[in-house]
Nanobody
Framework: QVQLVESGGGLVQAGGSLRLSCAAS????????MGWFRQAPGKERELVAV????????YYGDSVKGRFTISRDNAKNTVSLQMNSLKPEDTAVYYC????????????????????WGQGTQVTVSS
């Protein structure tokens, strides 16, 4: 399994931007589909964005399309999430996750397909 550590969360006003980073260690990073998920209090964990092993295929959750950008650097074992035009409803704990599975559009969006998770980083957007 790969170990994941997120950073970059914080408090920002609506309309602002944040960049989250996730550093991976312990295994071959380029084997893994990488995803960002989020969970707000009282709500289920939600897909934010997912990126294929090579970075060539990306999928975004409907609520963040056009505002968030996921990217990865396999040489540095990192995956990032650039979040622009933030809204109060983006407030949540954001998790980085890794799945050692083939890319399949119907499976990579499911949290239970991911076997490695970071500790989470809080993002709070004030109105």
């Amino acid at each position: 399994q790969v170990q994941l550590v997120e950073s970059g969360g914080g408090l920002v006003q609506a309309g602002g931007s944040l960049r989250l980073s996730c550093a991976a260690s312990g295994s071959t990073f380029s084997r893994y589909v990488m995803g960002w998920f989020r969970q707000a209090p009282g709500k289920e964990r939600e897909l934010v964005a997912v990126i294929s092993q090579s970075g060539g295929i990306i999928y975004y959750g409907d609520s963040v399309k056009g505002r968030f950008t996921i990217s990865r650097d396999n040489a540095k074992n990192t995956v990032s999430l650039q979040m622009n035009s933030l809204k109060p409803e983006d407030t949540a704990v954001y998790y980085c996750a890794a799945a050692n599975i083939p890319w399949n559009r119907s499976t990579v969006t499911r949290p239970n397909e991911y076997d490695s998770w970071g500790q989470g980083t809080q993002v709070t957007v004030s109105s």
